[in-house]
């Protein structure tokens, strides 16, 4: 089946710094990828969405500048969270969705973000 | 805007009940709707997925409905057992779309 590799699955870094997440889709052409953020006890809230070659559409609300999403090839979608926040410690993952998939999206396991 | 209600957002059951989470969403123009279980600090597994033409899905015992024109779908959850216990989380999308959840259902499931 569909599978997407995320990493890392969990990292902690420094006020200031930028982090960089990746998804690679290692057994379908992912066409279009979906970021979301999941806050504890909280659903997941759709941040952007990606399609390959384009510039990603970001939800209302969301900070493009900060949350760099890059969509350069088919199998490999990145969030990049740019001078990073306490406030952005989350819970990150990704969904992708292949051209000839119209059975569900397939997720990544997710990236644990801790700022300190 | 569609949005995603799930009833009730915690459950408390003995091992050996049956049970039943609810999914309601706004907007009927479907193309898909999808059940997954989340356990604390992990990713989603994939359980059910209903197209908008199908009205049930069954995987072992798991088995989901959709009443599309009313906008409900529903987990029942056949002699749960502790390793039940998890978020279970209700999605929709239209064609092509991202899928929008809802806030979940925690189960708790005793022996």
């Known amino acids: 089946g569909a599978v997407v590799s995320q990493h890392p699955s969990w990292v902690i870094c420094k006020s200031g710094t930028s982090v960089k997440i990746e998804c690679r889709s290692l057994?379908?052409?992912?066409?279009?990828m979906f970021w979301y953020r999941q806050f504890p006890k909280q659903s997941l809230m759709l941040m952007a969405t990606?399609?390959?070659?384009?510039?990603?559409?970001?939800e209302q609300g969301v900070e493009k500048d900060k949350f760099l999403i890059n969509h350069a090839s088919l199998t490999l979608s990145t969030l990049t969270v740019t001078s990073a926040h306490p406030e952005d410690s989350s819970f990150y993952i990704c969904?992708?969705?292949?051209?000839?998939?119209?059975?569900?999206?397939?997720f990544g396991s997710g990236t644990r973000l801790t700022v300190v | 805007k569609q949005e995603v209600t799930q009833i009730p957002a915690a459950l408390s059951v003995p091992e050996g009940e049956n049970l039943v989470l609810n999914c309601s969403f706004t907007d009927s123009a479907i193309y898909n709707l999808q059940w997954f279980r989340q356990d604390p600090g992990k990713g989603l597994t994939s359980l059910l997925l209903i197209q908008s033409s199908q009205r049930e899905q069954t995987s072992g015992r798991l088995n989901a409905s959709l009443d599309k024109s009313s906008g409900r779908s529903t987990l029942y959850i056949a002699a749960s057992q502790p390793g039940d216990s998890a978020t279970y989380l209700c999605a929709v999308n239209e064609a092509g779309t991202a899928l929008i959840f809802g806030k979940g259902t925690t189960l708790s499931v005793s022996s």
């Open positions: 969904s992708a969705r292949g051209q000839l998939t119209n059975y569900g999206y397939t």
């Open positions: 990606s399609n390959e070659g384009s510039k990603a559409t970001y």
């Open positions: 057994d379908f052409q992912a066409t279009t």
